[in-house]
C-alpha cells in the first residue's frame, strides 16, 4: 500500500514537473516566437522646409498609439483589430536627439490649436507598433520597431555633390544661373560671381561677403520663386560657414589647367571649401544616417509649387532628376560603397492636399507621379520601386456646396470661417496655356482644427494609405 502510495506520488510529480516544463517550453518558444517575429524598420522621413515633416510624424505616431481612436480603415492591422497600440521610445543607437513629439502635439492640441514649430535638426526615434497576431490557432504579440528619422530636405539636396567635383558642380550651377528665373533674381549678384577670374589671387573678405549675398539669393529663390534644387542645401538652414560658391566662368579651362593653378587662386581656395563640405557634411550624412534607411519617405509640398508657376515645378523636376541620378550612380565606385543600396522602397507624398477639393486629389497623385516619371526612370530600372501618394497629415478643411459648387470650408489662421474654391488641379504637368488657369494663387494656409485634444480624433486623409505603402508588407 505504501508502495503504491509512493510510486503514485512519484507519478503524480513526474506529470506536475513534465506539465511545468511543457509550459515553460510553450512560454519560452512564444518569446522566441515573438523575438523572431520581431521586425525593425528604419524610415527616413524628408522635405524641403515646410514640407510637413513634423506635422506629418506627429500625425503618424498619434494615428498608430490610438488605435481606438484612429481612423485607419485602409490599414490592414487597424481595420481588423490586429493593432494595439504603440510607444515612443529613444533611437538611442543613433545618438541623435529625440523628435519632440510632445511639443508637436501639444501645438496641434492646444486651444486654440496652432502648427508645430519650424524644425531644422536632424532627429530620430523608435516607435514599437504592437501587433497581435494569429498562427497555427494560437495567438502571439508581434512588435514591429519603427526607426523613423527626420532631416531637413535641403541636405537631400547635397547629394549630387558627392559625384561632382567643383569644376563640375560650378559649370552646372553657371548653367541655372544664367537661365530664368534665377537670371533675374539678382543679375547684379550674378554679374559679381560672373567676374570673378578663377585664377585671380582669392580676397578672403570679398569671397566671404560674396558667400553671404549668394546665401541670401538662395533663401530668395526658395521663399519668393518657391523653387527647391538649391545647393549648397545647408546654406539656406543656420549654422553653415562653409562659404561654398560657385565660380560661373571656368570657360574652357580643362581639369589640368585648373589643378595646376596656384593655391591661393580663386578657384583654389573655393574648391577646398568645396571639397570641406562634402567631406564634413555630405559624406557623412550618407554614411552615418543614409545608409542605415530601408524606406526613404519624401514629402513634397505639391499645392504650392504648381500654385507658383512653371519655373517652380520644373525645377522640382530637376531636383528629383539630380537626386535619382545618385541612386544611379549608386552602382559605381565611392558611390556604391556609401550606398550599400539598402532602400527597397521610395515613397514620394504631396502632403496638405485638404486645401484642394477631394475630386482633385487624384490629379494631384497623378501629377506627383508624372513629375517622378521622368526624374526616376532610371532608378526604377535598378528595381528601386518609387510609390506616390497624395495625404494630408491633419486634415483642417471639410466639403460643402454652395449653389450647386464644392468648395472648401475651414478657418485661416486668425481663427475666421473662410469658403473657398480651388483652381481645378490637372492630372498633367501644365502646357503653356494652362498655366493661367492657376494664375488665382495658392489656396489659403489653413489652422489645425479645433477640438483634436489628447483625447480626441486627429482628422487626416489617407495617412492609412501612406502606412500600407511604408509598413503593409512588414506586418
Ligand atoms: N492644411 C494643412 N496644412 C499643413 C499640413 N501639414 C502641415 N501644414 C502646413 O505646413 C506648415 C509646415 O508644416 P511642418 O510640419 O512644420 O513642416 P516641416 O517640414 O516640419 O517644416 P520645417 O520644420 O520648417 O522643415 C505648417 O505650419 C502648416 O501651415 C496639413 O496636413 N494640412
Ligand atoms: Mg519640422
Not at 259 to 266: D, I, N, R, Y
Not at 310 to 317: A, N, Y
Not at 331 to 353: E, Q
Request: hydrophobic letters at 35%; a neutral charge; charged letters at 25%.
Amino acid at each position: 500500500m505504501t508502495d503504491e502510495r509512493g510510486s503514485r506520488g512519484r507519478l503524480h510529480k513526474l506529470r506536475s514537473g513534465l506539465r511545468r516544463l511543457r509550459r515553460e517550453a510553450a512560454d519560452k518558444s512564444h518569446w522566441a516566437a515573438e523575438r523572431l517575429l520581431d521586425r525593425r524598420i528604419c524610415i527616413g522621413i524628408t522635405g524641403l522646409s515646410g514640407a510637413g515633416k513634423s506635422t506629418l510624424i506627429s500625425s503618424l505616431i498619434y494615428q498608430l498609439s490610438h488605435p481606438d481612436r484612429a481612423q485607419l480603415p485602409g490599414f490592414a492591422p487597424a481595420l481588423n483589430g490586429r493593432l494595439l497600440g504603440a510607444e515612443l521610445h529613444p533611437a538611442l543607437d543613433t545618438g541623435l536627439p529625440m523628435f519632440e513629439y510632445e511639443r508637436c502635439l501639444d501645438a496641434l492640441t492646444a486651444n486654440p490649436p496652432r502648427w508645430p514649430e519650424s524644425t531644422r535638426e536632424l532627429s530620430a526615434m523608435e516607435l514599437h507598433v504592437h501587433l497581435q497576431g494569429r498562427r497555427l490557432g494560437r495567438s502571439y504579440r508581434q512588435t514591429v520597431i519603427l526607426e523613423l528619422r527626420d532631416y531637413p530636405g535641403e541636405w537631400l539636396m547635397d547629394l549630387p555633390l558627392l559625384r561632382l567635383s567643383f569644376a563640375e558642380w560650378c559649370r552646372h550651377q553657371g548653367s541655372l544661373l544664367e537661365a530664368q528665373p534665377r537670371a533675374n533674381l539678382a543679375p547684379e549678384l550674378i554679374a559679381r560671381l560672373n567676374a570673378l577670374r578663377p585664377a585671380g589671387p582669392a580676397d578672403p573678405r570679398e569671397l566671404d561677403l560674396l558667400w553671404q549675398d549668394y546665401r541670401q539669393f538662395l533663401r530668395d529663390c526658395r521663399g519668393q520663386l518657391k523653387l527647391s534644387y538649391l545647393q549648397p542645401g545647408r546654406a539656406l538652414l543656420d549654422g553653415d560657414e562653409y562659404g561654398v560658391l560657385p565660380l560661373p566662368q571656368l570657360g574652357h579651362m580643362t581639369a589640368a589647367e585648373l589643378e595646376a593653378l596656384p593655391e591661393g587662386s580663386v578657384y583654389k581656395v573655393v574648391e577646398r571649401r568645396y571639397q570641406t563640405y562634402v567631406e564634413e557634411k555630405v559624406t557623412p550624412f550618407v554614411e552615418s544616417h543614409f545608409r542605415h534607411l530601408d524606406r526613404q519617405l519624401v514629402l513634397v509640398d505639391l499645392i504650392s509649387t504648381l500654385f507658383a508657376g512653371e519655373s517652380s515645378l520644373d525645377d522640382m523636376r530637376q531636383g528629383f532628376k539630380h537626386i535619382a541620378d545618385t541612386f544611379r550612380y549608386g552602382n559605381s565606385g565611392l558611390l556604391r560603397k556609401l550606398w550599400r543600396p539598402r532602400i527597397d522602397r521610395l515613397v514620394f507624398a504631396a502632403t496638405k492636399v485638404d486645401q484642394v477639393l477631394a475630386a482633385d486629389h487624384d490629379a494631384l497623385r497623378q501629377l506627383l507621379g508624372q513629375q517622378l516619371q521622368q526624374a526616376f526612370s532610371g532608378a526604377r530600372h535598378r528595381g528601386l520601386p518609387l510609390y506616390c501618394e497624395a495625404i494630408a497629415a491633419v486634415r483642417c478643411s471639410n466639403e460643402s456646396s454652395r449653389d450647386g459648387r464644392r468648395l472648401l470650408v475651414g478657418h485661416d489662421m486668425d481663427g475666421r470661417y473662410l469658403g473657398f474654391e480651388n483652381a481645378e488641379i490637372l492630372p498633367h504637368p501644365p502646357r503653356d496655356g494652362d498655366w493661367q488657369h492657376y494664375s488665382g494663387g495658392l489656396p489659403p494656409q489653413l489652422r489645425p482644427p479645433a477640438g483634436i485634444g489628447r483625447e480626441g480624433y486627429m482628422p487626416h486623409i489617407r495617412m492609412d494609405a501612406l502606412l500600407n505603402l511604408l509598413l503593409g508588407d512588414k506586418v
